[in-house]
Structures are given as C-alpha cells and as structure tokens.
Nanobody
Framework: QVQLVQSGGGLVQAGGSLRLSCTASGRTFSSYTMGWFRQAPGKEREFVAGINWTGGRTYYADSVKGRFTISRDNAKNSVYLQMNALKPEDTAVYSC??????????????????WGQGTQVTVSS
C-alpha cells in the first residue's frame, strides 16, 4: 500500500513557474514508476509526465515537453514536477500517481494503482 500526499500548486501568471511535490509513504516507493496527470474542467484526464524507478527514464506529453520537468528523490520518497513557462491552457487539477506495472504500460498512462489527492494549478493570462 502506498499513500501519496501532494503539495504545491496555486495561482500563477502566464509565463510563471510552479513546482509540485508528491511524497509517498511506505518503503517500496523506489520500485514504482511515478506519473503526473492533469484534468481540466470538461476535458479528459491527460498523462503529463512519467519517470521510471531509477529516474533514468522520463516521458513527457507533447503539450508540456520543454517546459515541464519530472524528477524524483527516492531517499525522500518524493517525486516532483517543475513547471516553467506556464500557459493558461495548463490550468487543471494535477495528480501524482504510482504504477507497479512495467515502464511500457506506465507510458500509456495505465496501470497506476495509487493516486495523490490532486492539487489545483491555475494560470492566469
């Protein structure tokens, strides 16, 4: 069992930056692929970024590539999403998630068993 607690988020002007954090309980955090998802009102949930258990592999959706950076610190049981050059279309509820599935499955945005509570990110124009 893994519990994920998120922090960060809030309101920022377009072009600004925010950093989201997600801290896990449990001793097996390092074995999970971690991902960040977002969902805007009236839209489907989008898989934004993923990172494998070592941190050596990452994935980004085209919509955030070059602006967002996912990272993890297994010693702190934490995963982060650094968001730069934010745009109004980045406004959404962001959630971290943990996947015990393989990297290929996690890249598809599936196989995520544990979820954070979600945090609102609002980018004003």
């Amino acid at each position: 069992q893994v519990q994920l607690v998120q922090s960060g988020g809030g309101l920022v002007q377009a072009g600004g930056s925010l950093r989201l954090s997600c801290t896990a309980s449990g001793r097996t955090f390092s074995s999970y692929t971690m991902g960040w998802f977002r969902q805007a009102p009236g839209k489907e949930r989008e898989f934004v970024a993923g990172i494998n258990w070592t941190g050596g592999r990452t994935y980004y959706a085209d919509s955030v590539k070059g602006r967002f950076t996912i990272s993890r610190d297994n010693a702190k049981n934490s995963v982060y999403l650094q968001m730069n050059a934010l745009k109004p279309e980045d406004t959404a509820v962001y959630s971290c998630a943990a996947s015990g599935a393989g990297w290929a499955t996690a890249l598809s945005g599936h196989g995520y068993d544990y979820w954070g509570q979600g945090t609102q990110v609002t980018v004003s124009s």
